[in-house]
Structure formats: C-alpha cells, structure tokens
C-alpha cells in the first residue's frame, strides 16, 4: 500500500543537537503531515504543508517539501529532553485517508 | 473545548466476544475518523465517517468490522467475535472539515485473550 517511509527509523540525540527525520513517498499528494508520539498515547499533530508549498515552520520545527523527490523532511532545532517521542509523516492522497510511516523513534540525551 | 475522547482506554476480551470501543469528536468536529496501531507499526486507516454516513471504509476488514456516527452520542467501534489477531491500539481521530489536521484521541487498547 502507499505510505510514507521515514528514515532514519531510530534516532539518538544530545540534548541541543538537531534532529532531522526524512519522509519518502510513491505518488502525488494533496498534503503531508507531520505527527508526534509519545508512548502510550494518541498522535499529536505538528505541522501540515500542502503539495504547493516548499518550506513551512513552527516554533522549532521546520518542514520541506520536495515534490519532484517525493520527499519531506523534517528538522528539529535546539533539541531537548522532552522532544523524546516517535514521528510520524502521513501523506493525503486527496481522499481523507491519511497513509502512516512505521515512525522514527527520537531519544534526546539529557 | 475537550479533546477527542476515547473509552475505555483499555478493553480485554476473551477470543468470540464482541468489542465496543468508543469515541466522542471535538466540539464542532463533524469528521470521524479510527485508525488501528500494531505494535512497532504506523498507523492504519480503517473507516471515514460524517455523521449518519460512512464515506470510506476501505480499510476496514470486510467481516466482523463495524463502525457507526449517529446524529446523537459518540462513534462506535463494534469488533464481533474477536480474535487474538484484534489486539492493537485503536486510534480515533476528528477534524473540523476534509483536507484538515486531525486531532487524535488517547487511543484504546484491545487485548483478545
């Protein structure tokens, strides 16, 4: 099924580095989103950009968007401990059904 | 403005039983949407519902799988004669409109004995 593909699938940061997950998918898109994972818990959203857009921030997330790559990446700056969570991208075909990546899983060091 | 809210937050059944997992929208969310999670997995899209309608249910398993949003109370998750291959975490999500962020509720967690 299409989905998207994060890399790299484990991550492990000193508190203050950045942290940067990539996103690949098959066919085109109406959107990418962006979702955080704490254990346990249900996903929270971060950040969404549109097929037409390139580049979109949020506080200390930064998104882009490469569509002629199919690909998406999203950067995390000044990490802290609490950023500790897995991330999903989900890609929007147009049809409401968002399609997941298996996630990242992002440790930062204290 | 409560989020989405999901119960029971844990659920254990025996293998034949019926499952109900339920979920309450956002305030002003007309757009339902339940997702189920495997362990060390993403997420997979099960069901599309707007009130009174299902408008996608392509993931969903065609037998023992259903799901319904009445004009009145919360969306409901009905899994008969559960099978240990049930267990997971299943993810209710609501948005104001199509083509809109999701906000997800904390997720229930089946457990098929």
């Known amino acids: 099924s299409q989905q998207g593909e994060e890399d790299p699938q484990a991550l492990s940061i000193q508190e203050g580095e950045n942290a940067t997950m990539n996103c690949s998918y098959k066919?085109?898109?109406?959107?990418l989103q962006w979702y955080r994972q704490n254990s346990g818990r249900g996903l929270v959203h971060l950040i969404l950009i549109r097929s037409n857009e390139r580049e979109k921030h949020s506080g200390r997330l930064r998104v882009t968007l490469d569509t002629s790559k199919k690909s998406s990446s999203l950067l995390i700056t000044a990490s802290r401990a609490a950023d500790t969570a897995s991330y999903f991208c989900?890609?929007?075909?147009?049809?409401?059904?968002?399609?997941f990546g298996k996630g990242n899983q992002v440790v930062v060091i204290p | 403005n409560a989020g989405v809210m999901q119960n029971p937050r844990h659920l254990v059944r025996r293998r034949g039983q019926e499952a109900r997992l339920r979920c309450s929208p956002m305030k002003g969310h007309s757009h339902v949407y339940w997702y189920r999670q495997l362990p060390e997995e993403g997420l997979k899209f099960m069901v599309y519902?707007?009130?009174?309608?299902?408008?996608?249910e392509s993931g969903m398993p065609k037998e023992r799988f259903s799901a319904e949003f009445p004009k009145e109370g919360p969306s409901i998750l009905r899994i008969q004669q559960v099978v240990r291959g049930d267990s997971a975490a299943y993810f209710c999500?609501?948005?104001?409109?199509?083509?809109?962020?999701?906000?997800f509720g904390s997720g229930t967690q089946l457990s098929v004995l």
């Open positions: 989900a890609t929007d075909y147009g049809n409401n059904r968002l399609a």
């Open positions: 999500a609501s948005s104001e409109d199509r083509d809109e962020k999701l906000f």
């Open positions: 066919t085109s898109i109406n959107n």
């Open positions: 519902l707007q009130k009174e309608n299902i408008i996608d």
